[in-house]
């Protein structure tokens, strides 16, 4: 019909824009190299990154043996965890998790820190007592306390003052030593033997478990419903401050999500999406590939073609015009059905957008815009990881592993496929030997365990 040749016309225009010949992924590859070149750079910073972030305290050998403790702060609750750890790159066991809900009136307020470390404390103690060791040996020595925090970036949450606080953590040295100060005055309140020396972003707890387990582990890459990379970083005294002048590495919070190139295909979706959220110019490239903006491309390329094409009769679901109303689950679950009819589309496109019906034509157009964004996405996310690489120089001759994890990575599996397709792609087989992409061990709260343990003295 008209309307599906006009609906197959907007289509076909918004797939040219997005595409990403192995070209253009090198220009990209090569600005985001650079950029971490020059962020580096004393003085004026010309990339685009935000600032690093560096974090001096040592990363784990893979020789750390005992039972550490945790804490990973998320955006409406905690998660307090425990390991065990053998050496010899063995893996993390007996792994208790426990997660506890913060309370609206400490999240509502700015000055609830102090209310947040007490509670956090209260339950750690209770913590340690429910979880008995099964280490016979436990001295009374003080402890280390790993303290991760996991920024939600989901624009649509309540927005609480105390996340807005906790955001800038991940930016800010400044504001994590507050917070340990803090949560170290309330463990001594309570009477517990445990110390807290950091507090980190949960990406770079995920680099240390990353290394625990492999001395070639170089970065780690979170893609959830945000993004974030930590990498390690060797050049030492330009941005090493004076305490740790003798740290050979350094752990890099680079904020990838804030990249921008000129290089990076942007449709006037984009610009739109960009335009209507909270902080817009910032954080294009975490716009263009993580969990929380991919299914809200895909709604405003169905809206486009619901009011132009009348792909869905004559009126546009009003559903349709919810903003991020699709959600990166759903998206997947849709681009990844695999019956005849497409009859998981046409039941989320119900359940979703209130869609009784569609044509099998229809179904398949949506999948195809899914598999447009998702492909765009996961090859830019492949990109960048080969530029991260580049930029260390490690490209030829020298295994370099990169731990991914997060929600989207995880759970997407043609996102996934076409990541590791892309490095591949890019790198060519010889090269591509050299870089290896591994799933993190041990689930996202598990990082603040491998952190504790690489503060702990041995
Ligand atoms: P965070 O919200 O801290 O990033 P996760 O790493 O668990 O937490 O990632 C959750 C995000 O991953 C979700 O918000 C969603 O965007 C994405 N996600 C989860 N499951 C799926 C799935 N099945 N398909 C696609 N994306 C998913």
Redesign the pocket.
């Given at each position: 019909s008209n309307q599906q040749l006009s609906a197959q016309r907007i289509l076909r225009e918004f797939a040219r824009r997005c595409a990403t010949p192995t070209s253009k992924l090198w220009q990209v590859a090569n600005e985001m190299a650079s950029d971490m070149e020059a962020e580096l750079a004393p003085g004026d910073r010309g990339g685009n990154l935000g600032v690093p972030v560096s974090y001096l305290a040592g990363l784990p050998t893979g020789e750390e043996k005992g039972t550490f403790y945790g804490i990973n702060l998320r955006g409406t609750n905690f998660v307090i965890v425990r390991g065990k750890l053998e050496g010899r790159n063995e893996a993390l066991s007996d792994l208790s998790r426990q997660e506890i809900e913060i309370p609206l009136h400490i999240l509502s307020s700015a000055d609830s820190t102090k209310e947040l470390c007490d509670l956090m404390a209260v339950e750690v103690a209770k913590f340690v007592g429910l979880h008995v060791e099964s280490d016979s040996k436990v001295e009374a020595t003080e402890r280390t306390l790993g303290f991760t925090v996991?920024l939600p970036v989901d624009d649509l949450l309540p927005s609480s003052a105390l996340h807005s606080k906790w955001r800038r953590i991940s930016v800010n040295d400044t504001m994590g030593g507050e917070l340990a100060q803090e949560m170290n005055h309330a463990l001594k309140k309570h009477g517990i033997e445990m110390r807290v020396f950091a507090v980190v972003n949960d990406t770079i707890g995920h680099l240390a478990g990353g290394r625990y387990y492999n001395k070639e582990s170089v970065a780690a890459v979170?893609l959830?419903?945000?993004t974030d990379v930590a990498y390690i970083e060797s050049l030492p005294q330009q941005i090493v401050k004076e305490s740790s002048s003798e740290a050979a590495e350094t752990a890099i919070n680079m904020q990838w999500g804030n990249f921008f190139s000129s290089h990076l295909p942007l449709t006037e979706y984009d610009a739109s999406l960009d335009a209507e959220s909270a902080d817009p110019g910032c954080r294009i490239f975490e716009k263009l590939i993580s969990?929380?903006y991919l299914g809200e491309i895909v709604r405003r390329v169905l809206l486009r073609m619901a009011e132009e094409s009348a792909l869905f009769g004559d009126v546009v679901p009003p559903k349709l015009t919810i903003s991020y109303s699709l959600?990166?689950?759903d998206?997947?679950a849709m681009h990844q059905d695999t019956s005849q009819d497409y009859e998981i589309v046409q039941a989320k496109l119900k359940e979703i957008f209130d869609i009784e019906s569609s044509t099998t034509s229809v179904r398949e157009m949506v999948t195809e815009i899914c598999d447009v964004v998702s492909e765009r996405g996961a090859r830019l996310v492949g990109a960048g990881i080969v530029g991260i690489v580049k930029k260390m120089g490690r490209l030829a001759n020298r295994k370099s592993v990169i731990t991914i994890?997060?929600?989207?990575y995880e759970?997407?599996r043609i996102y996934r496929n076409y990541l590791h397709s892309t490095v591949w792609e890019m790198l060519g087989t010889d090269l591509s030997d050299n870089v290896i992409i591994d799933h993190s061990h041990g689930g996202?709260s598990a990082a603040s365990i491998f952190l504790a343990a690489s503060q702990t003295d041995h």
């Open positions: 996991s979170s959830g419903m945000g969990g929380m959600r990166s689950p998206m997947a994890e997060g929600g989207l759970h997407y996202s």
